[in-house]
């Protein structure tokens, strides 16, 4: 996984890939005075702080940041999830549906 965020005067540029995954995305001035932004720079800084992540098997994980939180997230998810594909609604159980 890779995440790269860059300030550029007016706009921050971030980039985001993970396996065959990539998102780009361009924020610009007007987001960056919106109340919604300075709410997500509260959390940042609350989660720029030491997080400990407890995972089902009990295992502790202390993070010094949010790209080590998320990247410790996204192991646990890789390891946990069973993903199925169906062709059509015909295949599914009713209880997936």
Request: hydrophobic share 35%.
């Amino acid at each position: 996984m890779n995440i790269n965020i860059e300030i550029i005067n007016n706009y921050i540029k971030i980039n985001f890939n993970y396996k065959k995954f990539s998102y780009n995305k361009i924020i610009d001035n007007n987001f960056i005075n919106n109340y919604k932004y300075k709410n997500i720079i509260k959390i940042k800084n609350i989660l720029n702080n030491k997080l400990i992540i407890k995972d089902k098997k009990n295992n502790i994980y202390i993070t010094n940041n949010i790209k080590e939180f998320i990247n410790i997230i996204i192991k646990n998810i890789d390891n946990n999830i069973n993903i199925q594909r169906y062709k059509g609604l015909g295949e599914m159980n009713p209880n997936q549906l």
